[in-house]
Structure formats: structure tokens, C-alpha cells
């Protein structure tokens, strides 16, 4: 009997905008966890400096208090950053305000920042940046754990002070885990026009898309009036599981590759409708050079100090 094989690829991970550039615009600078290079990362003092150095748009990390505030922190643990241990979740926002979040940057770059862990409402009320910098972007990525469980009260705690700060137009949402992006779709299906809470594609969705073009040389994102927002690293070591279908049964094999973003890529994404593509993780001129090359609206750093004088180079 003939056998048939039909081979499919899966994707394993072990891991750990603005409007499209013309062809001499540069990538905007966005500034990693508010600029984690520079100062403190996800405080104040990391905001304020990350704007001063140019940064176009800001990109923090929010998890959910006790008391269902959303704040700024992104380990799992609050000793790695901070003064004291435990998850965000196991405080209140009150006993969050007087947390050191300096410690850790503080011990290891010899300097004397003052910060705790601010919330998002008195990030978006910040007095300077809505006067100095009223077109600064904010975007919120979600890294509470528990997404099965927190996913409703964090989208209605995201509505909430989004509502009460307006700044449902100057923020965007991100989150590794779909379950917090499907809770604001849900939440915007009953919000009218101007309440409506933006996002990010999903980082699978995404990525799955980036799979098919660079490895499959399919084109199969989504064709409609709808703006989408694409979030990934510029390239991202992959470990691809290659599943072949026999009359019997099937067989796997295991391969490791770099899934690079390339000009048909960019190409696919954007002819399909109004697509903005931000690359993670640019760190080097180099890297930033190639980003620029290849049409991205955005790049997230780490030092908008250090970029600062890249891109003033690069004119």
C-alpha cells in the first residue's frame, strides 16, 4: 500500500506604532520595562529619563495588588527586584507604595535611584508627561500569573483606570498569555467606540504567521479593514517539532533554527491590511540598522540613552 506523508510543523518554545515608516523613517525608540538600561525598570524615575533621551513611546509591566490595582513589576518574585519577597499578588497597593523597587539596580550599578512600585493610574496622570509629552505611547504588557483566574478582574481593572485617566487612545495592550488579550475582547464587545481597550495580536498568532511565511513561504494572515499590531523579536531561536503522517501511525523529529524576520515577511504583513510591526530586543546598532532596513515601525531597547546617540549617528 501506498503510504501518503503529510508533513506538518509545530512550534515548541523553550524560552525562557505608530504609522508605517517611509522608506527614510526611522523605527520609533520605544523604551523596554520604561527603560530598564538607564534607570530602575518599570519606575518613575525610568519613565521620566527614557522621555528626556527621546523615547517615543514607553513599554511597562503590569501585574494585579490584592486589591485589584494594577502596577508596575514584572518578575514573578519581589526579591528579585525589590526590598521584600512574595508574588505583587500577595500585597495591597498601600503596602506596595513603600516597597523599595531601587534595590536590585541600585547594589549592581553603584548608583542612588529612590523608587517604589508605582501604579498605572499615577503613571497616566503624570503632570510632565501629559504636558511635555502628550503624544507619548503607553503600552501595557500583562505578566500576571494565575491568567486563568485574574484574566476578567485585570481587564476590568485595566478598563477602570483607563477610564478614569482617558487614555484609552494613548495605550496599547500586550500579553504572552492570550487568555488576558481574549478577556478584553469579551470586555470590548459591551464598551462603546471610544471605551475600547487597543491590543496586540497574540505573540502565537504571530509568530505562527511569521512560520508560515519564512519556513512554509505561505502567506495566511487575516484580509480585512481592521489595524493590527505585531509585537516579536527581530530573530528568535526556535525548536521546530516536524510531524510525518503514515498509514500506521507518525513520526517526529526535532530540529533547532532562527526564525528571522526578512523583507518578505514584512511585505506579507502589510499586504494584508494596516499592519505595524514593533521588533524586540534591539540592543546593537547593528541590529537596529537592520530594523530600519526592513521597513519596522518601532524598536524596543533597553537604553534610550544609548540609542539616543545611535540614531542621531544614523542621520
Do not use: F, Q, V, Y
Given at each position: 500500500m501506498r503510504n501518503y506523508i503529510?508533513?506538518?510543523?509545530?512550534?515548541l518554545f523553550s524560552l525562557q506604532v505608530m504609522s508605517s515608516p517611509s522608506a527614510n523613517e526611522p523605527p520609533k525608540i520605544v523604551a523596554h520595562r520604561a527603560g530598564t538600561g538607564d534607570a530602575p525598570e518599570n519606575t518613575l524615575p525610568a519613565i521620566k529619563k527614557s522621555l528626556e533621551?527621546?523615547?517615543?513611546?514607553?513599554?511597562?509591566?503590569l501585574q494585579l495588588t490584592k486589591d485589584d490595582v494594577p502596577v508596575l513589576y514584572r518578575p514573578s518574585d519581589l526579591k528579585e527586584l525589590t526590598n521584600v519577597s512574595g508574588k505583587v499578588r500577595d500585597y495591597t497597593n498601600k503596602q506596595l507604595s513603600t516597597v523599595n523597587a531601587a534595590k536590585f539596580y541600585n547594589e549592581k550599578n553603584k548608583t542612588a535611584f529612590?523608587?517604589?512600585?508605582p501604579t498605572l493610574e499615577e503613571v497616566l496622570k503624570l503632570k510632565y508627561v501629559l504636558e511635555d509629552y502628550p503624544n507619548v505611547m503607553f503600552y501595557l504588557d500583562i505578566k500576571s500569573p494565575d491568567a486563568e483566574n485574574l484574566a476578567q478582574p485585570f481587564a476590568q481593572a485595566l478598563q477602570k483606570v483607563l477610564?478614569?485617566?482617558?487614555?484609552f487612545e494613548r495605550t496599547r495592550v500586550y500579553s504572552t498569555d492570550k487568555l488576558y488579550l481574549n478577556a478584553i475582547d469579551q470586555m470590548n464587545k459591551d464598551a462603546g467606540r471610544k471605551e475600547q481597550i487597543q491590543r496586540f495580536e497574540s505573540r502565537d498568532e504571530t509568530r505562527d504567521a511569521l512560520v508560515d511565511i519564512t519556513l512554509g513561504h505561505q502567506c495566511k494572515l487575516p484580509v480585512d479593514k481592521k489595524e493590527r499590531w505585531y509585537g516579536l523579536e527581530m530573530k528568535r531561536n526556535v525548536e521546530l517539532v516536524v510531524v510525518e503522517k503514515f498509514t500506521l501511525g507518525e513520526g517526529?523529529?526535532?530540529?533547532?533554527t532562527v526564525l528571522t524576520w526578512d523583507k518578505s515577511a514584512i511585505d506579507c504583513f502589510r499586504s494584508k491590511?494596516?499592519?505595524y510591526i514593533i521588533f524586540f530586543g534591539i540592543n546593537t546598532a547593528q541590529d537596529y540598522e537592520k530594523a530600519k532596513e526592513l521597513g519596522a515601525d518601532a524598536v524596543m531597547v533597553n537604553s534610550p540613552k544609548e540609542f539616543k546617540k545611535i540614531v542621531?549617528?544614523?542621520?
Open positions: 503529510m508533513a506538518s510543523i509545530l512550534i533621551n527621546g523615547a517615543d513611546a514607553i513599554w511597562i509591566t529612590s523608587a517604589n512600585i477610564k478614569e485617566t482617558n487614555s517526529r523529529s526535532h530540529s533547532n491590511g494596516k499592519a542621531n549617528e544614523k542621520k
